[in-house]
């Protein structure tokens, strides 16, 4: 039942943990449904075609830590969600979502439920948050959205949510639909903004979750790229994305001057920064002065926006699957040009629009067995020449993209990624999802085990403990360890981990990186 005191149809007047918890789930769901159609519409402040990816991975941040490690009161469903929105925000769309998501929570932080009486100082308070993150704030964008919906409702009065929600997105749209008046690059390449269209898909699944209607999914329309505008190079290649743990606000201060695009926002002890920057080193090094960085990405923004356009007709690409932002961010560090990802697996159909979008000589990376017959058969209906390296696991797609060459032969270049990706040893620490025996071993639901190409390695009653244990099986004749921590260990302080394994294990080189996978504790790799 939804809001507090539905006794019949249109008469909801609050919201509950729940109610937040299905409008969010709905808007994870529109924004994945619409992502392809926004990043075709994304021509500022960057054609790179990312805004709409950049979007729906912040809020299903958001949306993956509270529909597994929260309890459900509103309090702690907001203040979970806004975190890890903030922590998994990217781009400039996405990092201002994630502020105006933390100004809900500063809002509701006291609350039980939400009133409707509350909703235009929560709209005015979590936009004011949204604009105070920019360093220079633009008409046109997601902002004026955001502004006008919430100029909207200061002086007019709701009976019910539903029909406040109805109002809502009747004003997103009026407002959305003058973007292009307000941002002439807007109007000069026939969009509206990305950003502005993605908020209002927002406003949609309000809408929908509250009227019990279907939330707005647009058919994709092929945009007309051809006009200078879609061409025209940043000033900075370089985008930046940095989460710092720290208390201190300098650092907008410190990088105004370093690139532009600059945005900072801030949740509890985290501050998230996003610059378009020449020298990504400097940025880095400024960040690290104000607190301990959690996590980088760096992206290279001509290169997308020669991807996005099919510019790059020439060379070799990669396509790679992945179950975790921060395995996607490494891959696509190391020269993937697309990497898929989510908690499904890619279908044939998936598959066969990414090579087309790519537009040049592929070569797949499926990371996972189950996936390997997908990309068989979408390397068949392709109309471009592909290949594929039967990676199962990502520590061996990684490993295949160190002997990547653009430039390169593609049957030499598959030649050689595949002699690397054999070289390595990977394993997973996951969690028991039900009572099983395997190999003579019990195990109980909850057990934390790690599997070896679906092979039981041990048993442990913790991660950690599961992590060292394999190490011990496995570690003859290898003198690496690469381990990559899930999302559920993302706040964990891995310095305990580390010490054990470099006590019980001295001779072993170990490197720690973020993987964010959402189904398991570890990933890990052996050279």
Sequence with gaps: MKGDIRSGKNIM?????????????LARWTLRENEEYLNSLNVFPVPDGDTGTNMYLTVDSGWYAINTYTNGTLKNVLRVFSREAVMGARGNSGI?????????????????????????????????EAICSIGNPVRGTI???????????????????????EFIVRVGY????????????????????????????ILDAFNAYLTDKKPKIIDMVEVDKRGEVWHTRSFNRFCVNITIDTHSFKIKEKLKNLGDSL???????????????????????????????????????????????????????????SNGDGL????????????????QNPSTGEIVSAIERIGRKVIILPNHSNIIPAAMKAKELANIQCGIIETKSVPEGISALLAFKEDGNLEEVMKDMESASVNVLSGE????????????????????LCLKNK?????????????????YNLIQGHSLITIYYGKSLEDKNHDSLLNQIKKRFPSLDIQMYYGGMTNAYYLFSLE
């Design 13 to 25: 007047k609050i919201l509950k943990s729940e109610d937040i918890k299905g409008i969010l789930s």
């Design 263 to 321: 945005i900072v926002g801030h949740e509890e002890n985290l501050i998230k920064v996003h610059i378009h920057t020449n020298n990504p080193p400097l940025i880095v090094d400024t960040c690290k002065k104000e607190g301990n960085i959690i996590r980088v990405q760096i992206n290279d923004t001509e290169k997308e926006q020669k991807l996005f356009l099919g510019e790059e007709k020439e060379g070799l690409s990669v396509i790679a699957y």
């Design 455 to 471: 092979r039981l390695i041990s048993v442990s009653p913790d991660p950690d403990s599961c992590l060292i244990e394999s190490i």
């Design 429 to 448: 620490i996951k969690w028991a999802v039900r009572d099983a025996k395997i190999g003579g071993k019990i195990i109980k639901k909850g057990d934390t």
């Design 328 to 343: 996607k961010d490494i891959m696509m560090s190391m020269g993937a040009s697309l990497v898929l990802s989510g908690e």
């Design 96 to 128: 201002i979502l994630a502020q105006f998501f933390a100004g809900v929570k500063d809002i509701t932080d006291t609350k039980e439920c939400i009133p409707l009486s509350l909703i235009p100082s929560l709209l005015d308070h979590a936009t004011k």
């Design 143 to 165: 902002l004026t959205v955001m502004e006008e919906v919430r100029d909207a409702v200061q002086d007019r009065s709701f009976r019910t949510m539903e029909e406040l929600s």
């Design 174 to 201: 009026d407002a959305l639909n003058r973007t292009p008046d307000l941002l002439p690059i807007l109007k000069e390449a026939g969009v509206v903004d990305a950003g502005a269209q993605g908020f209002c898909f």
